[in-house]
């Protein structure tokens, strides 16, 4: 169902896939758009559990693109050191594919909220954490992507220094 990477020395296992998907801080969410153009968004998340959550405004493009579309991908890059010297970059990047969806349930919103606070504010105490979920409750959609298949590589200049 999904392509298989061609540069094998260059794949990056699951488990490091899942290490850079959980210290990254943000990402690029790529959707079916407008007229079938690709939609991409600079957008921040957090993962759990094989899963990728988001959060943002109950209406616009992104929110129209899912409803449209439940297949989606997002990519996190980890490394992406400029070698001017090779005219190459030393890279190390994430891609997650999967279906996506606006979350419904208000306990499974709250807990996703929640690992998204505490992931971008991890000194807040529970108390001023719960009081700005709350004040922002009403407008807040949270998007769950359930991650199908991850891929994952690096540049072969990095993938040589951990032989």
Not at 9 to 22: M, R
Request: aromatic share 10%; with cysteine.
């Amino acid at each position: 169902m999904f392509r298989e990477m061609r540069r094998k020395k260059q794949i990056l296992s699951e488990k490091k896939c899942i290490e850079i998907l959980e210290k990254g801080t943000a990402g690029v969410l790529a959707l079916l758009g407008d007229n079938d153009y690709p939609y991409a968004v600079p957008i921040s998340y957090v993962y759990y559990n094989s899963k990728l959550f988001f959060h943002g405004a109950k209406s616009g493009h992104k929110i129209d693109a899912i409803k449209k579309c439940s297949k989606a991908s997002f990519c996190v890059i980890d490394q992406d050191h400029i070698v001017p010297e090779e005219y190459t970059t030393y890279f190390r990047s994430v891609i997650a594919f999967g279906k996506i969806h606006v979350m419904e349930d208000e306990i499974e919103m709250k807990n996703a909220i929640e690992r998204l606070a505490v992931k971008y504010y991890p000194t807040d105490t529970e108390t001023n954490r719960n009081t700005a979920i709350s004040r922002e409750w009403k407008p807040l959609c949270m998007i769950e992507l359930d991650i199908e298949h991850l891929s994952g590589k690096e540049a072969i200049e990095l993938a040589r220094t951990k032989q």
